[in-house]
C-alpha cells in the first residue's frame, strides 16, 4: 500500500475510548487476517492455483470489511452521537459519510 492511500492522521481521539475487551478483540481479529495474508503469500511462493489464491484474498477482503463495519458502527454511536448532542452533529455526519463513501469504494 502507497503513503498516497493513507488518510492523513486526524489526530482526534475516540470520544469513548475502547475497552480492552474491544481492542483485544480487534487485535486478534486482525492478527487472524495476518495471518491469512502469511498464507497467501506462501500459496504464491508454491505456485498454488489461482482461483485458490483469489477465494483466500476473497476471504481477507470480507474479514477487513467486518473489522471495518464494527469500527464503524462504534463510531456512530459514540463518537457521532455525542457530536450530535454537543450541537457538532453536521462536522460528525459530514465525516462519517466521507469515510462510508471510502470505505464502500
Same mark, same amino acid.
Given at each position: 500500500? +502507497? #503513503?498516497? &492511500?493513507?488518510? $492523513? %492522521?486526524?489526530?482526534?481521539?475516540? /470520544?469513548?475510548?475502547? +475497552? %480492552?475487551?474491544? *481492542? ?21 511462493? =508454491? #505456485? ?17 470489511? *467486518? ?5 464503524m =458502527?462504534? @463510531? +456512530? @454511536? @459514540? ?6 448532542q %454537543?450541537g #457538532?452533529? #453536521? $462536522?460528525a455526519?459530514? =465525516? &462519517?459519510?466521507? /469515510? /462510508? ?5
Amino acid at each position: 500500500m +502507497t #503513503d498516497e &492511500l493513507l488518510p $492523513e %492522521n486526524s489526530g482526534k481521539k475516540p /470520544v469513548k475510548p475502547r +475497552t %480492552n475487551d474491544e *481492542k483485544q478483540a480487534i487485535t486478534n481479529r486482525l492478527k487472524r487476517i495476518e495471518g491469512q495474508v502469511r498464507g497467501i503469500q506462501k500459496m504464491v511462493e =508454491e #505456485d498454488r492455483y489461482c482461483v485458490d489464491i483469489l477465494v483466500q484474498i476473497s476471504a481477507i477482503n470480507k474479514a477487513l470489511n *467486518k473489522v471495518g463495519y464494527n469500527l464503524m =458502527e462504534r @463510531h +456512530t @454511536h @459514540h463518537c457521532v452521537k455525542g457530536a450530535i448532542q %454537543n450541537g #457538532d452533529g #453536521d $462536522e460528525a455526519i459530514e =465525516e &462519517l459519510m466521507k /469515510v /462510508v463513501q471510502q470505505f464502500s469504494k
